[in-house]
């Protein structure tokens, strides 16, 4: 069992930053790649980046390319979502969530593990 709790979300302009962080409880954290999501108002929920379980390998989805950086720390059972240049397209609730599979994964339904959210907002 992995229970996620995500932080870092706010209100911000067009063009800011935000470091999104998702602490993991339990011993197991490097056996998950870690991954985020985002659900805007009125749409489903999407894959916006995924680290491996060593954290070698990273994808992203490719409107955040460039802009988004995702690490993590399994020392301290942490993954981390680091947004530059928001742009209001980027507001959403954006979720942190932990899967068993080896790689990268990229699909919602092969994450066990889900966050209750944080959200962001970028607005002038």
């Known amino acids: 069992q992995v229970q996620l709790v995500e932080s870092g979300g706010g209100l911000v302009q067009p063009g800011d930053s935000l470091r999104l962080s998702c602490a993991a409880s339990?011993?197991?954290?490097?056996?998950?790649?870690m991954g985020w999501f985002r659900q805007a108002p009125g749409r489903e929920r999407e894959f916006v980046a995924t680290?491996?379980?060593?954290?070698?390998?990273?994808y992203y989805t490719d409107s955040v390319k460039g802009r988004f950086t995702i690490s993590r720390d399994n020392a301290k059972n942490t993954v981390h979502l680091q947004m530059n240049s928001l742009k209001p397209e980027d507001t959403a609730v954006y979720y942190c969530a932990a899967s068993s599979r080896y790689g990268v994964v990229v699909a919602s339904y092969e994450y066990n593990y889900w966050g209750q959210g944080t959200q962001v907002t970028v607005t002038s």
């Open positions: 339990g011993r197991t954290f490097p056996t998950y790649g």
């Open positions: 680290v491996s379980r060593g954290g070698s390998q990273t």
